[in-house]
């Protein structure tokens, strides 16, 4: 069965503390594992996509990375407007509904 | 307007009621998409429309009735629902069906007394 596990649930970091979100998956050949970004009362916004490991991608203080397992989200000095929950999701290989399989969240506070 | 609105953005109803949930993309996509978020829970796929053809139903109970008239336009039909049916419901669209690059609306969140 096709699942995404998130990890925390929660953050708290100051301003300018660097940490690392975790997305561990497991899906019947990876057509690609994506990442949002979603404000409080607002619809989940496209990140990134990694399609295999090794694969990194950047933008601004986020960089995601990929292996066959997992995935993360490294925050290099984040800053307050960073506070928001991330959700990765996992669309599997075989089908091609755009089906995505998502995790429940980390929800990131980063304080000033 | 620009990207992917939804109307109401808020809406209480009672288990005997019959609602829409309206989308619009304007974003000239060709696949859109009805999601569930509810607390505590991942979001949860509900309907996937192609070129207003519907290409996946997750399962979904028959008190929940998609409508897609055309490629910029999707309606959720909603009738005699349940107090756990209470929850976020998000539009998305993306250019092309099978694409996981999804561009989502504000949620219209809804409430079931």
């Known amino acids: 069965e096709d699942q995404v596990t998130q990890s925390p649930e929660a953050l708290r970091l100051q301003e300018g503390e660097s940490s690392s979100l975790n997305c561990s998956y497991t899906?019947?050949?990876?057509?690609?594992l994506f990442w949002y970004r979603q404000d409080p009362g607002k619809g989940p916004e496209f990140l990134f996509t990694?399609?295999?490991a090794g694969e990194e991608k950047e933008k601004e203080r986020l960089k995601a990375t990929l292996t066959k397992k997992e995935s993360f989200l490294h925050i290099t000095a984040p800053k307050p407007e960073d506070s928001a929950t991330y959700l990765c999701?996992?669309?599997?290989?075989?089908?091609?509904?755009?089906?995505?399989?998502f995790g429940q969240g980390t929800t990131l506070q980063v304080k000033p | 307007e620009t990207g992917v609105t939804q109307t109401p953005r808020h809406l209480v109803m009672g288990m005997t009621n019959k609602k829409s949930l309206k989308c619009e993309q304007h974003?000239?996509?060709?696949?859109m998409y009805w999601y569930k978020q509810s607390a505590k829970k991942p979001l949860e796929l509900m309907f996937v429309?192609?070129?207003?053809?519907?290409?996946e139903n997750n399962s979904v109970p028959s008190r929940f009735s998609p409508e897609c008239p055309n490629s910029s336009h999707l309606f959720l039909h909603l009738h005699t629902l349940q107090p756990e049916d209470s929850a976020l419901y998000l539009c998305?669209?993306?250019?092309?069906?099978?694409?996981?690059?999804?561009?989502f609306g504000p949620g219209t969140r809804l409430l079931v007394l």
């Open positions: 999701a996992v669309q599997r290989g075989s089908g091609n509904t755009g089906k995505l399989i």
């Open positions: 899906v019947s050949g990876l057509r690609g």
């Open positions: 998305a669209s993306s250019p092309r069906e099978g694409q996981g690059t999804q561009y």
């Open positions: 974003l000239g996509h060709n696949a």
């Open positions: 429309y192609s070129l207003e053809e519907r290409v």
């Open positions: 990694l399609y295999s």
